[in-house]
T-cell receptor, first 111, second 115 residues
């Protein structure tokens, strides 16, 4: 079956540090890959997505590249801010229309 | 445009009581999803609808849970009778008819506490 594995948190960084959150997936078929972010007390919102191999999704300084050879979709940001503190979810969706989420990674950024 | 609207935002009830959670999807979206979020189990898909028809309810935990979508603009998730282990945040999400590339839009969630 389809599944997503992401690094355990919490990840604690100082402001302006480099961020990497690892995500790998297992899927039948050819999935699209997503990163969603959940700020405290809110619902999930799409951060970025990639729909085919070697695509790079980017938004708000975050980037992730769809790597089919390593079945990965790692999230990166060059310089994090306190306002980036949130829970980040890696997810995949296949033609079956289910969106399958990873467990989520808590990011805490200190000033 | 209005996003996905859920109500109530918070619900505290006693064990054995009936709970009804409500969702209004974004207009024009053909798919509606109900998710449950807990610390222990993360985000779990409970059920999803396409054009108001339930497609997959394999995630519904047991017969105490039921979901309906009487029309394109309204869905309910009902728990009867409720138990303390049902305490969680329940999210509704909707998406357009875009298959695997489509983005899900989430509501702000309904936080349920069963005492």
């Amino acid at each position: 079956g389809n599944s997503v594995t992401q690094m355990e948190g919490p990840v604690t960084l100082s402001e302006e540090a480099f961020l990497t959150i690892n995500c790998t997936y297992t899927a039948t078929g050819y999935p699209s890959l997503f990163w969603y972010v959940q700020y405290p007390g809110e619902g999930l919102q799409l951060l970025l997505k990639a729909t085919k191999a070697d695509d790079k999704g980017s938004n708000k300084g975050f980037e992730a590249t769809y790597r089919k050879e390593t079945t990965s979709f790692h999230l990166e940001k060059g310089s994090v801010q306190v306002s980036d503190s949130a829970v980040y979810f890696c997810a995949l969706r296949t033609d079956g229309n289910k969106l399958v989420f990873g467990a989520g990674t808590i990011l805490r950024v200190k000033s | 445009d209005a996003g996905v609207i859920q109500s109530p935002r918070h619900e505290v009830t006693e064990m054995g009581q009936e709970v009804t959670l409500r969702c209004k999807p974004i207009s024009g979206h053909d798919y509606l999803f109900w998710y449950r979020q807990t610390m222990m189990r993360g985000l779990e898909l409970l059920i999803y609808f396409n054009n108001n028809v339930p497609i997959d309810d394999s995630g519904m935990p047991e017969d105490r849970f039921s979901a309906k979508m009487p029309n394109a603009s309204f869905s309910t998730l009902k728990i009867q009778p409720s138990e303390p282990r049902d305490s969680a945040v329940y999210f509704c999400a909707s998406s357009r008819r875009q298959g695997r590339t489509g983005e899900l839009f989430f509501g702000e969630g309904s936080r349920l506490t069963v005492l």
